[in-house]
């Protein structure tokens, strides 16, 4: 079983990788293989609602979703990580979720009971709502979201910050325990 994790952050090394990796590492003590997919330095355009998807037509727009679409396909869990910027998600993760939740639902529901769920970094605030928006996304998309010990909120503005906010790793790594042992349990 393989858990992936995408990072939302523009920035390599920051505060919300810190918080995925962290998460990860639970998921991988429990011998379930994981992988980080940094969306940084990535050409993630905007869906434009053309509708070719519809139609299974493949997307028009040539940039490095597809990549991406199809780690995301043939993962068993499916991890949304993103730092908050004016009150949300950042663009880069959300149209990389507008664009795959369309070519989701004319492809047969790929994520269907798969298990995952976000990580959110905040500098102040937004951390609930962003925290929410995408787990939202995911329950529309049909993953199954294992709870925590809190919101996988962590605090975090200059690099590292996170590393001082003892709940927030205390979260981020629970939550990761927590997908190991229900995506063990659903595969029984």
């Known amino acids: ?14 505060n919300t990788e810190t918080l995925t990796s962290h998460c990860l590492r639970a998921i ?8 980080l997919v940094p969306l940084a330095g990535l050409d993630m355009r905007y869906c434009d609602a053309c509708y070719q998807c519809r139609e299974n037509k493949p997307c028009p727009i040539e940039d490095d979703m597809y990549p991406v679409y199809d780690k995301m396909r043939r993962a068993d869990g499916i991890i949304l990580g ?24 004319f492809d047969g529901a790929p994520f269907q009971n798969k298990v995952g769920g976000s990580l959110v970094v905040q500098g102040r605030v937004g951390g609930v709502f962003t925290a929410a928006m995408l ?10 979201i294992p709870g925590s010990d809190t919101w996988n909120i962590a605090f975090g503005w200059e690099r590292d ?6 709940k ?14 229900l995506l063990r349990r659903l595969a029984q």
């Open 1 to 14: 079983m393989k858990v992936v994790a995408f990072n939302g952050s523009p920035r390599k090394g920051g």
């Open 28 to 35: 991988e003590e429990e011998g379930l293989e994981v992988e």
């Open 82 to 105: 993103s730092p908050v910027y004016s009150g949300t998600a950042t663009a880069l993760l959300t149209s990389l979720l507008e664009r795959v939740g369309h070519l989701a639902w």
């Open 135 to 144: 787990n939202n996304w995911l329950q529309l998309m049909g993953v199954v």
């Open 161 to 166: 910050d996170v590393l001082q906010d003892e």
């Open 168 to 181: 927030g790793m205390s979260a981020a790594r629970n939550f990761g325990k927590n997908v190991a042992s």
